[in-house]
């Protein structure tokens, strides 16, 4: 069993756009495709670019989105989720596939996402028609995103961002022997712990800071498919009353790069960061390596973000560095006033209209968010180092945004709306 083609299905703002892609494997290399191998390297030296903007024009035929074909009456439904140690093939097998049906769905699904991270809480579903071939096969990852793969006469790959609502939810806490403990004993993300200590690293350790009878209140976000909540939550404002005074934490959101930290009303550190509305997932400092397994210095901070993100410029600077370098992948180096340098890494392309030498504003894109170097998925490494030596990105001022004019009005806006919702959805509740 084999295609010589893929229709490739995007679909953006309810259009789904058609583009095809020529694919002629032979019978040898079909049965060396599996969802264990690795992915594809790309070889050369020079690295890889691409145009960075928002909106990449695709000039192509658009046509009515759908996210099922009608099925006949004898096919049959077959949906397994993903558990620890299951594979793709593995439960392709147990739905009865033949090994060419299982490898034409695996190669299908694996073109438009990376099999590699299939993970336990995914589903897979199949409409298998009665001579045992797949019709469609639907991959469902942990955000909703689903990969709809339909066979055929004309089989087609369409990846279908999910449709969600973003419900606002707030809690509060006393914290007695850990904040971790607090939060799940309120019903709050416990995840949420992690994002208060990463965030608040640069002005003080929150662990230490912590003995027992302080308070929290937090505002946040979940995103739910009815009455299904899919996706990690998203933190949008903090309220800590600790022994020396009253904390408040403004995050970024989908359309700012800052983070705000105010101290009994006063600003007191201030970070601009280089992916809009990105969450932070590693700190400065020591740290047990992901990759290596040993206790090693992290001379940057990482931000979680999605393959293909765009990645800002912090601050105005130049150019001065644009390709591969060694662990780091593919990455962006720009020098600042001051000595100072920032690093932007493992990125999976880099703007094309830009060069080395070149000067850019604060806010340009520079590249976009991806996984090559010594990297286990898509991430930003970004690092600042001075006179050559790296230092905490979030504690360091040479690169601190604007703290007063417009900018800091509309943040303490925003942040007295925080506390209004905050109290008046805490006030609901009892």
């Given at each position: 069993m084999r295609l010589r083609y893929w229709t490739a299905l995007l679909v953006l703002g309810g259009i789904t756009f058609v583009v095809s892609t020529q694919w002629d494997r032979q019978p040898q290399e079909e049965a060396a495709l599996s969802d264990s191998a690795p992915a594809p390297v790309q070889s050369g030296d020079e690295p890889k670019s691409a145009p960075i903007q928002t909106d990449d024009p695709v000039t192509v035929s658009a046509v009515p989105s759908t996210e099922m074909p009608p099925q006949p009456d004898d096919a049959v439904i077959w949906t397994q989720v993903i558990g620890t140690g299951d594979s793709l093939s593995g439960l392709l097998s147990e739905a009865g596939l033949d090994t060419d049906a299982s490898t034409e769905v695996t190669g299908a699904i694996g073109s438009q996402y990376d099999l590699r991270r299939l993970k336990p809480g995914h589903s897979l579903t199949l409409t298998i028609a009665p001579d045992g071939l797949p019709r469609t096969a639907t991959l469902e990852i942990e955000d909703g995103t689903r990969i709809l793969a339909t066979f055929g006469a004309v089989p087609s790959v369409q990846k279908m961002a999910p449709d969600l609502d973003s419900v606002r939810r707030a809690g509060e806490a006393k914290i007695q022997s850990s904040i971790y403990a607090a939060l799940d004993d309120a019903d709050i993300p416990t995840r949420f712990a992690t994002d208060l200590e990463l965030i608040l690293a640069g002005t003080f350790d929150l662990r230490t800071a912590l003995s027992g009878g302080e308070s929290i209140r937090l505002l946040w976000r979940e995103y739910r498919s009815g009455d299904r909540v899919v996706g990690e939550p998203t933190i949008d404002f903090a309220q800590l009353d600790l022994a020396d005074g009253r904390y408040e934490i403004l995050w970024p959101d989908d359309t700012s790069r800052q983070t705000r930290i105010y101290k009994d009303g006063h600003?007191?550190?201030?970070?601009?960061?280089?992916?809009?509305?990105?969450?932070?997932?590693?700190?400065?400092?020591?740290?047990?390596?992901?990759?290596?397994?040993?206790?090693?210095?992290?001379?940057?901070?990482?931000?979680?973000?999605?393959?293909?993100?765009?990645?800002?410029?912090?601050?105005?600077?130049?150019?001065?560095?644009?390709?591969?370098?060694?662990?780091?992948?593919?990455?962006?180096?720009?020098?600042?006033?001051?000595?100072?340098?920032?690093?932007?890494?493992?990125?999976?392309?880099?703007?094309?209209?830009?060069?080395?030498?070149?000067?850019?504003?604060?806010?340009?894109?520079?590249?976009?968010?991806?996984?090559?170097?010594?990297?286990?998925?898509?991430?930003?490494?970004?690092?600042?180092?001075?006179?050559?030596?790296?230092?905490?990105?979030?504690?360091?001022t040479r690169l601190r945004g604007p703290g007063g004019g417009a900018q800091a009005g509309a943040s303490l806006v925003l942040m007295d709306s925080m506390q209004s919702e905050l109290d008046r959805l805490l006030g609901s509740r009892g």
């Open positions: 600003l007191v550190q201030t970070f601009d960061q280089p992916i809009r509305g990105a969450r932070l997932s590693s700190a400065f400092g020591q740290r047990m390596h992901p990759i290596h397994g040993y206790m090693r210095m992290h001379s940057g901070v990482d931000f979680a973000a999605g393959q293909g993100a765009v990645v800002a410029a912090t601050q105005s600077g130049k150019i001065t560095f644009m390709g591969e370098r060694s662990g780091y992948g593919l990455l962006v180096e720009m020098e600042h006033e001051g000595g100072t340098n920032t690093l932007y890494a493992h990125l999976s392309a880099v703007n094309e209209d830009l060069q080395v030498g070149q000067r850019v504003a604060a806010g340009t894109g520079i590249g976009q968010v991806g996984s090559t170097g010594t990297s286990t998925a898509p991430h930003l490494h970004y690092e600042v180092r001075v006179d050559g030596q790296p230092v905490s990105p979030l504690a360091d």
